[in-house]
């Protein structure tokens, strides 16, 4: 099992910034891609970004230059660094690893609204 630690979540006015982490733990040796979905309400779960043991990184059109993706291997964890953000990014984000298995933390509120 992969236990998570999410934090950075919150409300922000459009064109604001918020800054996620993930800190993962438990039975990562086997982990080799971390990453972040995000689901609105209504809506299906999508990929936001993802990054690889490899520091490979995979953006969903509707962010690509506006939200940065980065992991630290010593420390188990991602970031997401968010800027410009829309009322049409609000969602619950939630982080993600995979490897022989998929792996999902509990989830993170991001509300961008005036």
């Known amino acids: 099992q992969v236990q998570f630690v999410e934090s950075g979540g919150g409300l922000v006015q459009p064109g604001g910034s918020l800054n996620l982490s993930c800190a993962a733990s438990?039975?990562?040796?086997?982990?080799?891609?971390m990453g972040w979905y995000r689901q609105a309400p209504g809506k299906r779960r999508e990929l936001v970004a993802s990054?690889?043991?490899?520091?490979?990184?995979t953006y969903a059109d509707s962010v690509k230059g506006r939200f940065l993706i980065s992991r630290d291997n010593v420390k188990n964890t991602v970031y997401l660094q968010m800027s410009s953000l829309r009322p049409e990014d609000t969602a619950v984000y939630y982080c993600?690893?995979?490897?022989?298995?998929?792996?999902w933390g509990q989830g993170t509120q991001v509300t961008v609204s005036s």
């Open positions: 990054v690889t043991l490899g520091t490979a990184t």
């Open positions: 993600n690893a995979m490897g022989p298995l998929t792996y």
């Open positions: 438990g039975s990562i040796a086997s982990i080799y891609a």
